[in-house]
């Protein structure tokens, strides 16, 4: 594969560099691929104690991680409600905490291994495009609030400039 460039590939100050894996690695965990993913699990396996291998086949953070729009949302593909029938009493409201969680989860990571990303926190807007999509906002936002969560729609003279 060939390596991805993008606006943070092109302003981020360079990475560590590794050399090409030769000969045999031993370890109890082997992780394939640099991302997000891969990189969160090597790092709480190793706060762990366990012994990780990341192999990555072009570089760190090449792919969606080094691509993306930069944004740290707190939702999935399906609302609450979604979730917790796809997955089911215990598992579902499990997925649905993590969801919700996932931005303080980021931000502290951020802080503390002082990661120079320019990180804000500021809140998210999500815009409603249409009649269908107000509504399918609107029950998003009634199932997260329903939840605690911090949630309101925003009606037109509300938006902020
Ligand atoms: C254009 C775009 C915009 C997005 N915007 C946002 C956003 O604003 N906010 C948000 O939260 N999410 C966003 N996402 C989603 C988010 O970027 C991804 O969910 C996340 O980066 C996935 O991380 P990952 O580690 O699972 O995968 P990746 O970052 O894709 O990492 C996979 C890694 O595996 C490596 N790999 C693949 N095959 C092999 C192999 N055989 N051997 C070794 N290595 C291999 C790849 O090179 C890559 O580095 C966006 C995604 C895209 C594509």
Not at 45 to 67: I, N, P, Q, T
Not at 112 to 120: H, P
């Amino acid at each position: 594969m060939t390596a991805m460039r993008s606006l943070w590939s092109a302003t981020a100050a360079p990475g560590p560099s590794f050399q090409q894996l030769a000969g045999d690695v031993r370890a109890e965990v082997a992780i394939i691929g640099a991302g997000y993913t891969g990189l969160a699990a090597a790092l709480y396996l190793g706060c762990a104690g366990r012994d990780a291998v990341v192999l990555e086949a072009v570089e760190v953070g090449d792919r969606a991680s080094g691509l993306n729009g930069g944004q740290v949302i707190p939702g999935v593909k399906h609302d609450p409600d979604a979730l917790e029938e796809i997955f089911g009493p215990v598992a579902g409201p499990r997925l649905v905490d993590t969801v919700a969680s996932g931005p303080d989860v980021v931000f502290e990571l951020i802080r503390k291994y002082e990661i120079a990303c320019a990180a804000t926190r500021t809140g998210w807007i999500q815009p409603a495009t249409s009649g269908a999509a107000l509504e399918a906002i609107a029950a998003r936002v009634e199932q997260w609030r329903r939840r605690g969560a911090d949630v309101e729609l925003l009606s037109a003279p509300r938006q902020p400039d």
